[in-house]
């Protein structure tokens, strides 16, 4: 019998393989991983955080950089749970913990992702909307405080350029 979840916690040294590990799995290739080895190298992730399984190992994962600009935003990529434990409410505990954070905090977060899912987990399309991207817009959503659309030019690591 394999045990649910513990909680979200920050990665610990020695657990990089094991995020590898699972961004493969999660992506099928090596371009996540390639990105995190990157934002690593170049000490541009602000935090990562990994959803340990019993009985399983890391089960998920996601990394969290810092904008170019605007000054203090961060950016969520990439975002991964194990394909055999998805579609079981994970991601959206895990994430749903992270905006809450960012609406406490005062701090917006951005994803590039599927509205659908981003915006169950509380991330918002209409937040985003007046944002520059080099990215689609149309796949762009904002978590923080309140209910205001900032009209901000997101300029990413330069790590992304690669994706």
């Not at 950089?65 to 991964?80: E, H, I, R, Y």
């Amino acid at each position: 019998m394999v045990r649910g979840p513990d909680f979200c916690r920050e990665m610990r040294r020695g657990e990089e393989a094991a995020v590898s590990d699972l961004l493969r799995a999660a992506f099928g290739g090596e371009d996540e991983v390639r990105l995190v080895e990157t934002l690593r190298k170049k000490q541009q992730i602000a935090g990562e955080m990994v959803l340990p399984w019993q009985d399983f190992g890391i089960a998920g994962y996601y990394a969290l950089s810092g904008f170019v600009q605007p000054k203090g935003w961060l950016c969520l990529a990439p975002v991964a749970i194990h394909p055999e434990l998805q579609g079981q409410g994970n991601g959206k505990r895990m994430l749903g913990l992270l905006t809450e954070w960012a609406r406490i905090s005062c701090r917006y977060i951005v994803v590039l992702g599927e509205p659908d899912f981003y915006s169950k987990c509380g991330f918002n399309l209409a937040q985003a909307a007046q944002l520059t991207s080099p990215y689609p817009i149309t796949h762009t959503l904002l978590a923080g405080p309140g209910s205001d659309v900032p009209k901000e030019t997101l300029i990413y690591p330069k790590a992304f350029e690669s994706l």
